[in-house]
């Protein structure tokens, strides 16, 4: 078990100020949707200390809030599991060297801390994020002021979509917010630059849509604002490569695991507007998204309008994998 005794390493923390404690909500991505779980006031793991969700607070100077200087995971676990805990932290290591990044701790420490911020936070079911920052500098560019990074962990309860949503399919609109190219900022990275994609969220919500497709430069599908998109043609299931600006989804590669289970060949190739318009069935992943379905897309009923038979199976066998598989958290 981790102990509170181990402190910031340098990092300069605004002292809190005193004040009453607000409850944090479960994470919603739309206002018109709640959680089944309660508000609740939370413990954040900040810096190898567990502090209360009120004292968790971070420099004005980090360059996570100044510049998008961080990278993060978004995971989830179900009953008593964390969901593909190896693979979410091989991603944020990955993320880490790609922008010069040293994680202050081994993925043994990390892994503790992460399962005890569950643990105190008594949670069987939920999602976690994990954040680390470039740390506390100045208001100068280079990095190099920064001394050492942060790192912070959120155990709480999440739900983007009601259960209605889920049961009936999305809405999706293409968005005019073309995906950032890898020679720009490469998808590759979870980075703490989320701009393109809240960009791209804007626009859905404009439009009253429940999600948006992104584009690349050459016109095709790379994904939407938080999700990996699968269409399915005849029998066959087709998603966009890595190479076309698609994050490389833990979800994503979970899917492509259910579908060799099932028989049903993927073909990673480049996806346009038009294949969507005339999939028999669509659905998205992602790690709080889940396995979605996908029954409109600008304007167009895709297949019969209703979740597809593929789709469903899929889904099935998610929700028994999740049940089933990844890390204890209480043993």
Not at 57 to 86: A, P, Q, T
Not at 115 to 142: H, K, M, P, S
Not at 288 to 315: F, L
Request: charged share 25%.
């Amino acid at each position: 078990m981790l102990t509170k005794t181990s402190t910031v390493g340098g990092a300069v923390i605004d002292k809190p100020e005193t004040r009453a404690k607000a409850p944090l909500k479960p994470a919603v991505d739309n206002q018109s949707k709640t959680a089944s779980a309660p508000a609740r006031d939370l413990t954040i793991y900040l810096d190898g200390k567990f502090v209360p969700e009120a004292d968790a607070k971070v420099s004005v100077f980090d360059h996570g809030l100044l510049y998008g200087d961080g990278i993060f995971e978004g995971i989830r676990f179900y009953n008593g599991r964390v969901f593909r805990l190896e693979e979410h932290l091989e991603r944020l290591w990955d993320s880490a060297r790609s922008i010069c990044l040293e994680i202050p701790m081994g993925r043994g420490e990390m892994t503790e801390a992460l399962l005890e911020t569950i643990r105190r936070n008594d949670l069987r079911e939920g999602y976690i994020r994990l954040i680390v920052t470039r740390g506390v500098g100045n208001l100068g560019l280079n990095p190099v002021q920064c001394k050492r990074p942060s790192v912070i962990i959120i155990a709480t309860t999440i739900a983007l979509y009601s259960k209605e949503v889920c049961e009936k399919g999305l809405t999706v609109v293409t968005c005019a917010t073309r995906r950032t190219g890898a020679a720009a900022l490469n998808p590759a990275v979870k980075s703490l630059n989320y701009l393109n994609n809240v960009m791209a969220r804007i626009e859905a919500n404009l439009a009253g849509a429940d999600e948006a497709l992104m584009l690349n430069e050459a016109g095709n599908v790379a994904e939407c604002t938080a999700d990996n998109v699968f269409i399915i043609k005849h029998g066959r299931i087709f998603t966009p490569p890595i190479a076309a600006g698609a994050l490389r989804g833990i979800t994503r590669s979970v899917a492509f695991d259910i579908a060799a289970e099932l028989g049903i060949k993927i073909t990673e190739t480049d996806i346009t507007r038009h294949d969507v318009f005339v999939a028999d069935e669509c659905f998205l992943t992602g790690t709080a998204a889940e396995v979605i379905p996908v029954v409109k897309a600008d304007g167009r009923t895709i297949g019969s309008g209703k979740p597809g038979s593929i789709t469903t199976r899929m889904i099935a066998r998610f929700r028994e994998m999740t049940r089933a598989t990844g890390t204890p958290i209480f043993e």
